[in-house]
């Protein structure tokens, strides 16, 4: 190089060139360095892999080569361990519906066995109870009669008050008698008045 000559384009992309191969070369020995214990790792997980890989698939093809000739594959038996869970599950379930049968029985049974003595069926006369009746009243009940029991029957069908059967039986054997409300009663009593003739 001489002075004051300037470099060609061709030496300027030479000296570039140079110092970028230059920098790739030292970058892929670093990556190199660092790779190597990753890929020794790598081909160590892969070898478990595989022999992993033999080991679950052993049995199968042993499986498939018995069936293939015709023979039957023994088959591993279940440990004493899962035949006692599995028979402790059972009967823990057994007892549960048990239990649930049993309540539900008592539970319809709630009820006591007492049973009440029937109320006497003759009616006491009103003789011997000691009321006197006049003669021309009936002494058996209020509607002993046909007519009474028919206006009776007429009155509990029709009565307007929604009184009990009893009230509107002895209703319909007296007399009827006007309606009242609190703006019209029966009668007015007065009880300055009422006072004054106790006095």
Partial sequence: MGIGRKKTLLEQAQDVV???????????????????PLLAQGKAKAADAVTEGKAKAAPLVSDTKAALKGEKAEKKKGGKLKKTLFIGGLLAAGGVIFNKLRSNQEA????????????????????????????????????????????????????????????????????????????????????????????
């Fill in 108 to 199: 319809a049974n709630w009820q006591t066995s007492y049973v009440p003595t029937p109320p006497p069926t003759t009616k006491p006369t009103p003789a011997a109870s000691g009321i006197k009746v006049p003669d021309n009243e009936v002494t058996d009940t209020p509607v002993a009669d046909e007519a009474a029991a028919a206006v009776a029957a007429e009155a509990v069908s029709d009565d307007p008050g929604g009184a009990s059967p009893d009230e509107a039986v002895s209703d319909a054997v007296k007399e009827p008698h006007e309606a009242t409300t609190p703006d019209e009663p029966v009668e007015s009593v007065d009880l300055e008045e009422a006072k004054q003739d106790k006095e």
């Fill in 18 to 36: 140079s110092d970028v191969l230059e920098t790739a070369i030292s970058s892929a020995h670093d990556a190199a360095a660092k790779a190597e």
